[in-house]
């Protein structure tokens, strides 16, 4: 009888084991991320640029459900270029820059936070190629400094930097700090055009759109030289 007891005991055991290990967890983490996509497929909340807010939601109530939208958006791989123009276009470029720069910062610790949970047990063992071992040792010993020059340039996939840095051994409160602060200039320049893209032949839209474009310049002449740095390693 204690045998036959036993056994159900020791079968729960073992399932709980399965389930929490790494590449449960990581399995998990895909079917999530997965499900997010498929999500921002069906409901396009890029129509946000062309439908407009709805007029029942405004004030403070709009900006902060349009962040708390933002964040599970760029969790979910929508671009957040689009995302900072609408920004700008619904709400202006004082409140829509607040809520575009809010949105980044919500979007890249819900990234951190699934990764670091569901993905870093599994995949750091993976750190075995060059430019990943060079990836988590920047994250991982200089990570906000890292951080803010990544997202100072628009080149680096914003996805690719919340999941590196939580894989590596980097902490959450320096990526988010160092999140906030550095998209804050690509951020305005798109919400700024997104304010003024009525009239594409103002001063503001046009210094917006050059700003865009030269920062991208800058992140390409950047990229190209850190990766013949590392091949030269």
Excluded: E
């Excluded at 969790?75 to 920004?87: D, I, Q, T, Y």
């Excluded at 993976?126 to 991982?140: E, N, V």
């Excluded at 988010?176 to 003024?196: D, E, F, K, M, R």
């Excluded at 893209?197 to 030289?225: D, E, H, K």
């Amino acid at each position: 009888m204690l045998a036959s007891a036993s056994r159900p005991h020791g079968l729960a055991l073992r399932c709980g084991k399965l389930l929490l290990s790494p590449w449960s967890r990581l399995s998990l983490l895909l079917v999530l991320l997965a499900s997010a996509a498929a999500f921002v497929v069906m409901f396009q909340p890029q129509r946000l640029l062309s439908d407009g807010w709805p007029a029942q939601i405004n004030g403070a109530g709009a900006v902060l459900l349009f962040t708390a939208a933002y964040g599970l958006c760029t969790a979910a791989f929508v671009p957040r270029p689009l995302l900072n123009l609408a920004a700008g276009a619904l709400f202006g470029s004082h409140f829509g820059l607040a809520a575009a720069v809010g949105g980044t910062v919500v979007g890249a610790g819900i990234s951190f936070c699934l990764g670091r949970m569901l993905g870093q047990d599994a995949l750091r063992p993976l750190l075995r190629g060059k430019w990943l071992k060079a990836a988590d040792g920047q994250l991982s010993g200089h990570g906000f400094r890292t951080t803010l020059a990544a997202r100072l340039f628009p080149g680096v996939p914003f996805a690719a930097v919340n999941y590196c840095a939580a894989i590596s051994r980097m902490r959450i409160a320096p990526f988010l700090l160092a999140t906030g602060l550095g998209c804050i200039p690509n951020t305005a320049a798109y919400v700024v055009a997104g304010s003024q893209a009525s009239t594409p032949t103002s001063p503001a839209f046009l210094f917006a759109m050059g700003f865009i474009a030269l920062s991208g310049l800058g992140g390409l002449i950047v990229a190209w030289r850190k990766r013949h740095q590392i091949r030269g390693d």
